[in-house]
T-cell receptor, first 111, second 115 residues
Framework: GESVGLHLPTLSVQEGDNSIINCAYS??????FIWYKQESGKGPQFIID?????DKRQGQRVTVLLNKTVKHLSLQIAATQPGDSAVYFC??????????FGTGTSLTVIP | EADIYQTPRYLVIGTGKKITLECSQT?????MYWYQQDPGMELHLIHY???????EKGDLSSESTVSRIRTEHFPLTLESARPSHTSQYLC??????????????FGNGTRLTVT
């Protein structure tokens, strides 16, 4: 399978600070990337996506950055809140192929 | 909020039993998927379907089967459950999205324990 890995398995941040979660992918043919949030006992929830023809995409309090040169994806969460505590997964997709998920990063927000 | 439903949410059964995990979606999505996930770990694709009467095996051999007789329904069956099948099973669906893939929408999963 493809290698979709996260640099840090756990991340703790103070409430109100910004969080950055990183992801490396190995296949340069991947053209679509998604970040998911998974809370305990629930299925993954879509946060934001980005296609390979873009470098940056912003949502509500979240920004995804894509660096195709080094095959790196990051998720930035502004003003992190306790409700942001969860496991975050990145997923990559090659055209006509399946999604590949990395091992999640557990984000803990300290009040 | 995605409309994809999985039942049961929790299931404890004995070794050797046959079980079916249900998954239904009301979004009219053509693509449906089953993933297996251990707590906090990555998702492994078990089966997928691109439409009615279309099913394919994923990367993970789980000794399970699926069927896709209706667009909205994609059940997963374990003919003879074993303790190694203890895990969380996630169902997902996605639309066709034109020339690009579209995001997967997940159900809340079935937590299976085989004793």
């Amino acid at each position: 399978g493809e290698s979709v890995g996260l640099h840090l398995p756990t991340l703790s941040v103070q409430e109100g600070d910004n969080s950055i979660i990183n992801c490396a992918y190995s296949n340069s043919a991947s053209d679509y990337f998604i970040w998911y949030k998974q809370e305990s006992g629930k299925g993954p929830q879509f946060i934001i996506d980005i296609r390979s023809n873009m470098d940056k995409r912003q949502g509500q309090r979240v920004t995804v950055l894509l660096n195709k040169t080094v095959k790196h994806l990051s998720l930035q969460i502004a003003a992190t809140q306790p409700g942001d505590s969860a496991v975050y997964f990145c997923a990559e997709n090659i055209p006509g192929n399946q999604f590949y998920f990395g091992t999640g990063t557990s984000l803990t927000v300290i009040p | 909020e995605a409309d994809i439903y999985q039942t049961p949410r929790y299931l404890v059964i004995g070794t050797g039993k046959k079980i079916t995990l249900e998954c239904s979606q009301t979004m009219g999505h053509d693509k449906m998927y089953w993933y297996q996930q251990d707590p906090g770990m990555e998702l492994h694709l078990i089966h997928y379907s691109y439409g009615v009467n279309s099913t394919e095996k994923g990367d993970l051999s789980s000794e399970s089967t699926v069927s896709r007789i209706r667009t909205e329904h994609f059940p997963l069956t374990l003919e003879s459950a074993r303790p190694s099948h203890t895990s969380q099973y996630l169902c997902a669906s996605s639309g066709m999205g034109g020339s690009y893939n579209s995001p997967l929408h997940f159900g809340n999963g079935t937590r299976l324990t085989v004793t």
